[in-house]
């Protein structure tokens, strides 16, 4: 009845842990997608972030340069016509050159006096722009980045402005600007992105966003203040100023005007002090990932699990009653018959004997008779431990004692008459099997075997002393293969080089020579001929894109930012070029680098590229991370995607996604390759190496 008790308690708490586990695996999955999507959000607008800023220091160093060009500057020391003709052609070049969307010049009073769009309904030539940010800091010396809204274009877009140094004075003699479109940032920035996404000016005004109605309005509800301030300013035309209706809650969480809830994850844009990416995900959406269904089929699962173990534990607990019962009863069967015992005695391969607790024999084998030289009818009733010499049977006494004092079997091996017998003694109980009444003796020979054991020990000693002849065999060989690759890889990295330097020098320089002549012979032919300007143009755009695919192979021969810059400038550019060609998100960190040896440099930097091709390649990922670590003298790469996933320890896997080369490229620098993945759950490779073995790797 207690064990029924013990059962049916235990079956319960099987049938509550599986039900509170269910609940909490529930819970835990929510939590999670709540957790992972807070995550991809921060990491989208970080990225947002980081690519908005390369992006608006595209153009700076460009209206450095053309600010410092003679016929921009001598725009402001003569006053003849033919000084404003040249600047203007100076700006319409430059113009099409940097595929902007104007170029003009502004003297110190602000008035505008040379622009490219001077031809156009709207050209900026006599405008007053001296109340614009960038004209004020610009005229004092300062080159300055803004954006807002044309005056006269209606047009949002970037301006650029570098003061202009005449030869004579000291000051400015007035302000170069250039100004670009702000469709490159919604095309390469907020087009198909989960969520809602927003570059926001300081005062909280929408300035560039992929919800159109958003445009121009305040992301939060603004004070009077601040409306007025940005009125003021001009710089994002006269409004109105609307609201988006987007109120804050806690725990970072934003309602909208319909009640729809959203995540908000905010970012600061790098050097523009103010500026921020606002990054909004609809919660009911997150909701929507997780796998309720899966979960009530959980339920279900556990429920009928638990369920069956129930109806188990009582089938087993009915058979384990009737087989106790059974063999109880055939136990107390054989104690209280010895006639049962004398046939276990009659083994034919072994020598028996039953003792009582003197040790006198009850019952023998023809075995055990043989053994002792005698016949059976002559040994039963006699003492068995007066049939050996003293010091025997002293020992064997012993173990007589011992099996009646304990109740349990003894076991020992003996070496008698150029014999090796094997030797067990067990007890015999009474009836109530409380008593031990007697002793069953069973010996077997064993000689044979222990040869056959020590032959065998032998012959293991000879193979192991040829494995590790064979190992170390192997070892030098391996060692050779490792030099010999590692002279391959070498070799290969110094050819890469050559290869992109002939390729980025000769055949670069050969293309750009010959796009100035298809650009010389469209500005000489588009008002004579207007055919051949056109095939000159196309000419020019074939130039173009060749010197983008030459440019293209010598990078990917061999990036000159890795020998120039290094290992860091290295990554960065690659992982911000492998999102503009992929689409994928990818991001990159560093922490604590200093300049490594260009061994290591080149062996992680092939890793990683190795392991962002095989993220484009294979993973379907959204999302890629390489980041860069030193700590405790080991230097750390990982490459870290959400995509689809393997079975790390499949072979066929890693044969198809090119891990072997990782890790002999990782092995040959003294480091180390880790590969964690699973089917759903993404990839991370790990490349770990110390820091102190860089200067000792390929030598």
């Not at 989208?44 to 016929?71: F, M, N, W, Y």
């Not at 064979?470 to 050559?498: C, M, N, Y």
């Not at 002549?517 to 074939?542: C, I, K, P």
Request: proline share 3%.
């Amino acid at each position: 009845m207690k064990l029924r008790t013990i059962l049916l308690v235990l079956s319960l708490l099987t049938f509550f842990s599986a039900s509170t586990a269910g609940y909490l695996y529930f819970s835990s999955s929510r939590q999670s997608a709540f957790r992972e999507a807070d995550r991809n959000a921060a990491i989208s607008a970080g990225t947002i972030g980081d690519r908005l800023s390369s992006h608006l220091d595209e153009h700076l160093k460009s209206a450095r340069a053309v600010s410092g060009l003679p016929p921009i500057r001598e725009a402001f020391s003569a006053t003849a016509m033919d000084a404003l003709a040249a600047a203007n052609a100076t700006l319409d070049h430059f113009q099409r050159a940097l595929d902007v969307d104007v170029c003009y010049l502004m003297n110190r009073e602000g008035i505008t006096i040379a622009s490219s769009n001077r031809h156009d309904p709207d050209s900026f030539v006599g405008k007053d722009y001296s109340f614009r940010p960038y004209f004020r800091k610009a005229i004092e010396g300062q080159p300055s980045i803004y954006m807002g809204r044309g005056v006269t274009s209606k047009k949002r877009g970037v301006y650029y402005s570098h003061p202009v140094h005449g030869r004579e004075e000291e000051g400015p003699s007035g302000v170069l600007v250039i100004k670009a479109s702000v469709r490159i940032i919604e095309k390469e920035f907020l087009q198909n992105r989960e969520g809602i996404v927003a570059l926001v000016e300081p005062h909280g005004l929408i300035f560039v966003t992929n919800q159109e109605k958003w445009l121009y309005r305040f992301i939060w509800k603004p004070a009077p203040d601040e409306i007025a301030t940005v009125s003021a300013s001009r710089q994002f035309g006269e409004g109105p100023f609307l609201w988006t209706g987007l109120e804050r809650k806690p725990d970072n969480q934003v309602l909208d005007s319909s009640g729809k809830e959203y995540a908000v994850n905010m970012t600061q844009v790098e050097k523009y002090p103010g500026w921020s990416i606002i990054y909004l995900q609809d919660t009911q959406e997150v909701s929507r990932k997780v796998p309720f269904r899966f979960i009530r089929m959980t339920g279900i699962a556990i429920l009928a699990f638990c369920t069956l173990i129930g109806v188990l534990v009582f089938f087993l607990y009915r058979k384990a009653s009737f087989h106790i019962s059974q063999r109880k009863a055939a136990e107390a069967a054989l104690r209280e018959s010895e006639e049962t015992a004398l046939a276990l005695l009659n083994a034919p391969t072994e020598s028996a004997l039953l003792l009582d607790r003197e040790g006198y024999i009850l019952a023998l084998n023809r075995p055990a008779a043989d053994r002792f030289g005698r016949r059976r009818e002559e040994l039963i009733g006699n003492c068995a431990f007066y049939l050996f010499q003293p010091e025997i049977a002293e020992s064997r006494m012993a173990y007589h004692a011992q099996v009646l004092r304990t109740g349990r079997p003894v076991r020992y091996e003996d070496l008698r008459a150029g014999m090796r017998l094997n030797t067990s003694l067990y007890p015999v109980f009474d009836a109530g099997g409380n008593t031990v009444v007697r002793v069953a003796v069973f010996s077997r020979d064993v000689t044979e075997q222990r040869q056959a054991e020590e032959e065998l020990r032998l012959a293991k000693e000879e193979l192991t002393l040829y494995s590790k002849e064979l190992e170390s065999r192997v070892k030098k060989r391996t060692e050779e293969l490792r030099r010999l690759s590692a002279s391959i890889i070498s070799r290969q990295e110094k050819e890469r080089t050559a290869i992109a330097r002939e390729l980025h020098d000769e055949l670069g320089q050969m293309l750009t020579a010959l796009r100035f002549e298809a650009v010389w012979m469209w500005e000489r032919f588009r008002e004579t001929d207007s055919n051949a300007a056109d095939r000159a143009l196309a000419m020019r755009g074939l130039i173009d894109k060749s010197i983008d695919e030459v440019r293209g192979m010598s990078i990917r021969l061999r990036p000159g930012v890795l020998d120039d810059l290094g290992l860091i400038a290295a990554l960065e550019w690659y992982t911000m070029d492998f999102e503009k060609r992929t689409g994928i998100a990818c991001s990159f960190s560093h922490s604590r680098v200093d300049d490594v040896h260009d061994t290591l440099a080149t062996a992680a930097y092939r890793i990683a590229q190795e392991a962002l091709t095989n993220v484009a390649r294979h993973a379907q990922a959204t999302h890629a991370r390489v980041a860069l670590v030193r700590w405790n003298g080991m230097l750390t790469l990982s490459v870290t995607d959400d995509g689809k996933g393997f079975e790390s320890d499949s072979q066929k896997d890693a044969s198809n996604f090119g891990l072997a080369g990782m890790r002999e490229r990782s092995s040959l620098v003294g480091g180390s390759l880790e590969i964690h993945s699973l089917p759903g759950e993404g990839t991370e490779i790990v490349f770990r190496v110390p820091i102190s073995l860089d200067k000792e790797a390929f030598h």
